[in-house]
């Protein structure tokens, strides 16, 4: 999959009031859902294909935190609309000592992009989810081959394992026997979620995934652990910087339209105070231009008349002489 010189996705989901008749989040909000449970994941390297795609297609010269600021910079675009946002990322995600390599310079970017882009919506997703009595259930996919040939977990790379290619063979790829047996245990986990509406891994382990709440934001890690796959409950994923991203920056762009909307009023009053005084001028000024053309009109007449007056005495003199 190729990505431009943005990292925001190109295709996305149509309202076509059909199959999707509103915006997910709003339907969600709304309480119009028709599910009894909810499986949503993410890969632990979500934005490094993209963001490697910006770094190729901007070809960022500097280094280290420089080139970071440089990268974000690059993308602020794609960022949301709040003053200082790319200064409130950096307090987030840059970690002493901040001059460091290349790598983790590129490391900290894909991170970001990964985060913002798939990771945060996710987890928001499955909060707002929960909240409508919908059993959740949240995964991080952390699995890599040693066949692989890339770096990190990419992602949609479990959607290599759950279409069973471990386990037929492909062309393009080599496996191994532990990939084959992540590739049975994510589709018993799929296949028990879509017939009963729990992903487990019954009957090949007694595992089930721990379901998803507001109070309680467990998920299963998808991993290999002392090289054998491993399935892992945990909670609070990277939660201050998810929190960041679906709590603190949609607070701050909230707060920056309520202090735009006072501005906008406080304008808008002193406009219209300022109104009455603009009229008055402008009758005063009409007025003026009625008396000048008054007073021209009625010196005209008057000369007029002297003209008159000084001509009829001129010829009664003549008369008399």
Not at 22 to 32: A, C, L, Q
Not at 191 to 203: D, E, K, M
Not at 311 to 320: C, F, P, Q, S, V
Request: hydrophobic share 35%; aromatic share 12%; proline share 5%.
């Amino acid at each position: 999959m190729e990505f431009g010189p943005s990292p925001t996705p190109q295709y996305r989901p149509v309202v076509d009031h059909y199959l999707l008749p509103d915006v997910p989040e709003v339907i969600v909000d709304s309480g119009r859902l028709n599910a009894e449970s909810f499986l949503t994941g993410a890969t632990q390297n979500e934005g490094a294909r993209a963001a490697d795609s910006v770094i190729k297609n901007y070809r960022v010269g500097n280094r280290a935190t420089r080139k970071l600021l440089t990268l974000l910079n690059c993308i602020r675009g794609d960022l949301p609309e709040v003053v200082g946002i790319i200064d409130s990322i950096l307090e987030q995600y840059l970690e002493l000592p901040f001059d460091v390599g290349d790598a983790k310079t590129k490391e900290r970017f894909s991170e970001i992009v990964g985060d913002y882009f798939i990771t945060a919506p996710t987890h928001h997703m499955a909060e707002q989810v929960s909240r409508h009595n919908v059993s959740v259930y949240v995964y991080n996919f952390e699995y890599k081959s040693k066949h692989d040939s890339w770096k990190g977990v990419l992602h949609g790379d479990e959607i290599l394992y759950l279409s069973g290619f471990p386990l037929t063979g492909h062309k393009h790829f080599k496996f191994e026997k532990t990939d084959k047996t992540m590739a049975r245990l994510l589709l018993q986990a799929w296949s028990n979620f879509i017939i009963y509406g729990l992903p487990s891994l019954v009957p090949s382990e007694n595992f089930q995934f721990p379901s998803y709440a507001p109070h309680r934001r467990a998920f299963t890690r998808i991993a290999k652990r002392n090289g054998e796959p491993s399935f892992i409950v945990s909670s609070d994923f990277k939660s201050r910087k998810l929190d960041f991203w679906n709590n603190r920056v949609p607070e701050m762009f909230r707060e920056q339209s309520e202090r735009h909307v006072g501005e906008r009023v406080k304008t808008s009053y002193i406009t219209y105070t300022k109104t009455p005084n603009a009229w008055a001028l402008i009758a005063a000024c009409i007025g003026l231009s009625v008396l000048t053309g008054i007073l021209t009109l009625g010196y005209c007449r008057t000369r007029q008349q002297i003209r008159l007056l000084l001509a009829r005495n001129t010829a009664y003199d003549d008369k008399i002489m």
